[in-house]
């Protein structure tokens, strides 16, 4: 899918690094960057994250520019019309970066999804800023763009692996009324309500008193699925009675509140590693590709190395490992679904 990775601190450095072909840049978060450069024979897609992740650092400013090889494309799709992806046949592997906070995510995952050959492999994340505002964040040479995706099809393979590690507290209740990505009822009452009485008899923290964003990353929504682990939401906001997520939710959905330990979340990017990996010729495996999410990062604070260093551990000393600390991840595990996960660790091998 790539054939050049490397990291700058400033926009102002692309020009010693560009050469002629396509390109991908993620951006962290507080990298200074007002227009996008233009350069000759260079054509550029990119996105803004929270954090970036290069040989086994994250950074809160810096870019990593992916050059594209000749087998792969990438483009920008309106997320309300994602008729406009045209996968060739011979598409083994997607990466994908979509509008975090966009309320399409879900149906542009599934339709998109749907378009590919099968066995294809998808992998990808959420953009966007920690302000937790929807904003321009994706860009190519001519702009930026909001409620967009960008999307680098390839005839490479990758491998894929995910886990989250994080165990039920509270529940189950029942999401009695959803709109989208709102949780407005939990077993027919406010939302809020009933998530606030569950979460301070666990937590010394108070909602009055600490923002919500601080105490809802380390309590996370989880959606009960049979024979299978939970399809993890993180709530983000609320005005008091309702709850806004990262992703849709379906009305009616049987949710847990879940709580996370260090080890067992370190356990789980391991185990991500582990399963990525195995689907490789280590000889064929070329850099990683990791989509760790944001409040994984804030709950573990000093010890994110260890997440880090736990995927490392699965591959050869001088792996590069490389990819964006993220509002929502994206992987496909089986051939029947697609998900967009929050709090989770997934892994791709290339």
Avoid at 52 to 74: D, M
Avoid at 112 to 131: D, M, N, Q
Avoid at 209 to 222: E, H, W
């Amino acid at each position: 899918m790539f054939e050049r990775i490397f990291f700058v601190e400033r926009i102002e450095d692309l020009h010693v690094k560009l050469k002629k072909g396509s390109y991908l840049l993620l951006i962290a978060e507080e990298t200074p960057f007002l227009e996008i450069p233009k350069y000759k024979n260079v054509n550029i897609h990119g996105a803004i994250f929270p954090r970036i992740i290069f040989k086994g650092k994250t950074y809160a400013s810096g870019i990593i520019v992916a050059q594209l090889n000749a087998t792969s494309s990438i483009q920008i799709i309106d997320m309300d019309t994602p008729y406009q992806f045209q996968p060739s046949t011979d598409t083994n592997s997607v990466l994908t970066i979509v509008d975090g906070f966009s309320t399409q995510i879900n149906d542009f995952l599934e339709e998109t999804y749907s378009r590919l050959p099968e066995k294809t492999k998808l992998i990808g994340g959420g953009a966007g800023k920690t302000s937790l505002l929807q904003e321009p964040i994706l860009f190519d040479t001519y702009r930026f763009y909001m409620n967009a995706a960008i999307i680098i099809t390839s005839k490479s393979t990758i491998g894929i692996g995910v886990k989250h590690g994080w165990k039920p507290l509270f529940g189950p209740f029942i999401a009695t009324s959803c709109k989208n990505n709102v949780l407005e009822k939990i077993n027919f009452q406010d939302a809020f309500s009933v998530y606030k009485t569950a979460v301070e008899k666990d937590s010394e923290m108070r909602f009055e008193s600490t923002p919500f964003f601080k105490i809802s990353q380390c309590y996370p929504l989880g959606i009960v699925r049979y024979n299978r682990d939970f399809l993890v939401r993180e709530p983000v906001k609320t005005n008091g009675k309702n709850i806004v997520l990262v992703g849709k939710l379906d009305e009616n959905s049987v949710l847990s509140i879940l709580k996370g330990e260090k080890k067992e979340l370190l356990e789980a990017a391991k185990a991500a590693a582990d399963i990525s990996r195995a689907d490789k010729e280590p000889e064929a495996i070329q850099s990683v590709f990791l989509v760790d999410c944001i409040s994984r990062y804030s709950l573990l604070e000093t010890s994110f190395k260890e997440e880090l260093q736990a995927v490392s551990k699965a591959y050869a000393a001088k792996t590069l490992i490389w990819g964006v600390v993220s509002l929502g991840e994206i992987a496909n595990t089986n051939q029947e679904s697609i998900e967009y996960y929050n709090n989770t660790c997934v892994v791709g091998t290339l």
